[in-house]
């Protein structure tokens, strides 16, 4: 079973006070790399937040995105600060003989309170384990939904990529059976160029043109690249069947040796038809290559 690295789980948790969101978008990555965004007075949580994304997602770039919204009576305190009000209450007294007002604009209880910083609102204090239990139940939540999204995009993945295995294992039979008859028709070749230079004139030597087309086919055979290209599939085949989870770095880097046996193959054959099934190979092998690209 293989994943896919990208998706998206959304999370929700209630204790009563507050309420928990909890959004994960998640793209391809050579590593895991998260970041969270979330109210800086619940910092704290922060990399307990990491650790509980880490349990289930081993690579990958994660977008984590927190919301808290309180919806206790609670929540807020009201703290009164009665030396600024006493400040306040003897520069407007001082402001106000300078003016020489009337005592009938006396300043009132109502005035002073709402003069800045003299009554304000502040986060009531929290209990930092109920917050951390509340935060990360909506993030276990959110990557369990996340989770999900990557086994049915990993599904689509495993059909493509097994798909094209088994389109390149029938180019490379095409290519086994043409490449047995390489040698002989280079044979035919030589045959017949010597013909043409001397004509029937002189007996052409059996023996030299047998040794000439051993040595071109000695110099020409493909037959440890197409074993290699095949224990390739295979073997792609075995780790995508896997009942853990697949390494996609362990794809990533058989996907190159698939790549370097195609080269190899293609500059060797000497043989036009096995260069054309040789380019119909290296596109599907891309093609894998970047799917391999989205798999954890």
Same mark, same amino acid.
């Given at each position: 079973m293989i994943k896919s690295m990208t998706g998206f789980g959304r999370g929700e948790a209630n204790d009563e006070k507050r309420n928990v969101v909890c959004e994960i978008r998640a793209v391809n990555h050579r590593y895991c790399d998260i970041s969270v965004r979330m109210p800086r007075r619940y910092s704290f949580v922060e990399e307990k937040i990491k650790q509980a994304v880490k349990e289930k997602i081993a690579r990958g770039k994660l977008d984590v995105s927190v919301s808290v919204e309180n919806t206790g009576a609670g929540d807020l305190t009201i703290q009164v600060n009665p030396d600024l009000a006493c400040q306040y209450m003897e520069n407007l007294a001082l402001l106000r003989d300078?003016?020489? /007002?009337a005592d009938e604009g006396a300043i009132t209880l109502e $005035? %002073? *309170?709402t003069l800045p910083d003299v009554l304000k609102t502040v986060p009531a204090v929290e209990d930092e384990e109920e917050i951390t239990r509340t935060i990360l139940a909506a993030v276990r939540a959110a990557v369990a939904r996340l989770d999900e999204m990557r086994i049915l995009e990993g599904e689509k993945l495993e059909d493509d990529l097994l798909s094209r295995g088994r389109t390149i294992k029938a180019l490379v #039979? @095409?290519? @086994?059976t043409l490449a047995e008859d %390489?040698?002989?028709? $280079? #044979?035919?070749?030589l045959r017949?160029? &010597?013909? +043409? /230079? &001397?004509? +029937? *004139? %002189?007996e052409i030597p059996e023996d030299r043109i047998m040794l000439e087309a051993a040595v071109f086919a000695d110099k020409c055979s493909i037959a440890e690249e197409i074993t290699r290209l095949k224990s390739h599939m295979d073997h792609m085949e075995e780790i995508i069947a896997e009942n853990g989870q697949p390494d996609g770095k362990r794809l990533d880097f058989l996907v190159q040796e698939m790549n370097r046996e195609a080269n190899t193959i293609g500059s060797k054959a000497n043989d036009l038809e096995i260069t054309g099934l040789?380019?119909? &190979?290296? *596109? @599907?092998v891309e093609k894998i290559r970047e799917q391999v690209q989205n798999v954890e």
């Open positions: 300078k003016l020489g /007002l $005035y %002073v *309170a #039979a @095409e290519i @086994e %390489v040698p002989k028709t $280079y #044979a035919e070749k017949n160029r &010597i013909r +043409d /230079l &001397i004509g +029937d *004139a %002189v040789m380019l119909k &190979i290296k *596109a @599907e």
